[in-house]
């Protein structure tokens, strides 16, 4: 996918936390040494923040979800859809074990949100 899907993909799930009472950053700092990843998103809700991946292809067995998880304890994802997102939860928990502490949601259902007049939850999984 081109960097401008990519782009406009982090910047309508941003945009989805912030409506649904989040502060999100987008492309925080990237963590170095050991557990080097470049997260998308930075959001924060009270005392809950993840660094988030926005992920817009289908990935297999990418090192980035066991770097995230070993850093932040936790891996947060933002699919296009929801089957993409089953896909990614799957890829994480072939990384990184079934007991993966995965927060994971997907555009598709946020934007469908928003067109209902119904703000649900940011995220839609909690693993």
Partial sequence: KTENE?????????????IRGWKASVMPKSTTGNYRYAPDADVAKGDREYHVEVELSWKVADPKWHNMARYRGVVALCARHESHQQA??????????????????????LFKDVQEEHLGELWLERC
């Fill in 6 to 18: 990519h782009t406009a993909a982090v910047l309508a799930f941003t945009y989805h936390a912030r």
């Fill in 88 to 109: 990614l939860v799957g890829d994480v928990e072939s990384v990184i074990g079934a007991n993966a502490p995965i927060m994971a949601t997907n555009l598709r259902r």
